[in-house]
């Protein structure tokens, strides 16, 4: 008998955006679903507050160094191109106020919500998926217990509490970088840039940056248990759950930060 | 009609399981195609069959992870210990903790919960595993953990899903030789599913052959090995020749 290779597939281009859009659609319904009963077990105080702390302590403190390198090199970064632009047009004491001004409104809620997605969610869909896998999931429901007051509540308490934390440190970095670069690129005195903060920043944009970091949170923790809770398979699976949760998690960071930013930011 | 129901414990005496007519379809393809049977208090049902004829189906259907199409699943207990194939015990969690998951709902004192702990892993064995994590076991004692999980709450039905496949000989006859012990000990009516030979041979007490969604065959273990059907006598000797088609599960 003669081994013939396997015949090429055929990619129909229709079938591939239907299979998209209809995988898109799935898991955004998969999502809210999710928020919806995590949400029901939250308001009902059926809450593991052991695990809670656990889970801030891997959500939240384990992310402080990750963040925190990235925050500073993105304020190093950005105080650099604004120092330079605003000294050239004599502004230089606006420095403060413009570099806080996108660090509260943008950088601070962006920067620990992308880390987090990269760090936390992706880790939590490969854990989920693999306990999907190996039936630890389906061990759970067999003994009555369910996943998503088990697995998804704590996780999502944490959230919840560490990503406004991690985006007020991230701020608070990327404000100490700015003053660095302020003082040994355009000669500005600590206490002039901060004089600029104080009469820039408003209540508001930490209203702003608290609800960003409330809805990363939200987006990051729902979309990647429901990924990994919806994930069948094998090994190869895991890896795909893995990026799908990146993918999404940070497309939807972006997608929202941009809605919220013109909601509240947009010229009437 | 589509129900699964669980009368209490002072029903008359009667099967602890019954299974009549059940039917379940994947994707517009027929898995199981009317499956009846009964499990009678302290007797072991072993069903057999090749991979993909829709045994774990079965089980799946028992503890409720699944819902028939149509059919019915009458249960005389709530109570259903699981043994899953790879354990499925929690890694997150210690020992201790993965038996004191299926005493959430019991509101127990600690002192209480570690008795009956300590108590279900020393009929396995593995009382000086207790704060191990599942990582720092064997695969034979992840597998006697999930035993000893299983039966944390003292079940009156134990399903059990391939628990010696993978697994090398010697550890296959200790597993049985559990299996065995726990049917004796706690008097629970128990369902194996396995295509191991020496499992269904020297654990259960009545076999049912399950092919393409039904029951083919049903006996004792004895009448299976030198049963003339076409189904059990290739299914038991191992044959290629035989109704059972490759692919025709």
Redesign the interface.
């Known amino acids: 008998m003669t081994n013939l290779p396997a015949a090429r597939k055929r990619i129909d281009p229709l079938l591939l955006l239907e299979n998209w859009f209809g995988s898109g659609v799935r898991l955004i319904g998969q999502t809210l679903i999710l928020l919806v009963l995590t949400v029901k077990y939250i308001l009902r105080g059926e809450i593991d507050w052991k695990e809670v702390w656990r889970q801030c302590y891997i959500i939240g403190v384990n992310s402080f160094v990750v963040v925190g390198l990235t925050a500073v090199f993105t304020g190093f970064a950005m105080s650099l191109q604004i120092a330079r632009e605003l000294v050239l047009f004599g502004a230089d004491t606006a420095i403060g106020g413009v570099v806080s001004l996108a660090l509260v409104r943008e950088i601070g809620p962006i920067t620990a919500g992308v880390m987090v997605a990269g760090r936390v969610g992706s880790a939590i869909a490969a854990e989920l998926t693999t306990?999907m896998i190996?039936?630890?999931i389906?061990?759970?429901?067999?003994?009555?217990?369910d996943p998503v007051q088990f697995l998804v509540v704590p996780r999502y308490l944490a959230a919840m509490f560490m990503m406004p934390a991690l985006s007020v440190y991230a701020m608070f970095i990327g404000l100490l970088a700015g003053i660095q670069i302020a003082h040994t690129a355009a000669n500005l005195p600590p206490e002039t840039f901060m004089d600029s903060v104080k009469q820039t920043i408003l209540d508001r944009d930490f209203t702003v940056h608290f609800s960003k970091s409330w809805i990363n949170a939200t987006l990051v923790i729902m979309l990647s248990c429901a990924i990994g809770l919806h994930t069948r398979g094998g090994a190869e699976d895991v890896g795909i759950a893995t990026t799908r949760s990146i993918v999404w998690t940070m497309t939807m960071i972006f997608v929202f930060n941009y809605i919220v930013t013109s909601l509240t930011y947009a010229p009437r | 009609m589509n129900r699964t129901k669980a009368s209490d414990d002072a029903a008359p005496p009667g099967p602890m399981i019954e299974v009549i007519d059940l039917r379940k379809s994947f994707n517009g393809r027929e898995v199981l195609r009317g499956v009846s049977f009964k499990v009678w208090p302290r007797e072991m049902l072993g069903i057999i069959g090749p991979s993909g004829c829709g045994k774990s189906t079965i089980l799946k259907h028992l503890c409720g992870l699944l819902t028939p199409d149509s059919g019915q699943i009458i249960k005389r207990s709530d109570e259903v210990g699981l043994v899953f194939q790879g354990s499925a015990l929690l890694n997150s969690l210690t020992v201790r903790e993965n038996l004191a998951l299926p005493l959430r709902h019991r509101k127990l004192s600690r002192a209480e919960q570690d008795r009956i702990i300590r108590e279900k892993l020393e009929l396995v064995g593995l009382a000086e595993y207790i704060d191990a994590y599942p990582t720092q076991l064997s695969g034979g004692q992840q597998k006697r953990t999930g035993f000893a999980r299983a039966i944390v709450n003292d079940p009156k039905i134990i399903l059990y899903d391939e628990p010696t496949t993978g697994l090398d000989p010697v550890m296959s006859t200790i597993i049985e030789d559990y299996m065995i012990e726990l049917e004796h000990k706690l008097g629970a009516a128990s369902i194996v599913v396995t295509h191991q030979p020496s499992t269904w041979s020297r654990t259960a007490d009545r076999v049912l052959l399950v092919f393409g969604g039904r029951v083919v065959w049903e006996g004792n273990p004895d009448e299976a090995l030198k049963s003339d059907d076409p189904y059990m006598r290739q299914f038991a000797h191992a044959t290629r020749e035989g109704p059972m088609e490759a692919g025709k599960v």
């Open positions: 306990m190996t039936e630890q389906d061990a759970l429901t067999v003994m009555r217990i």
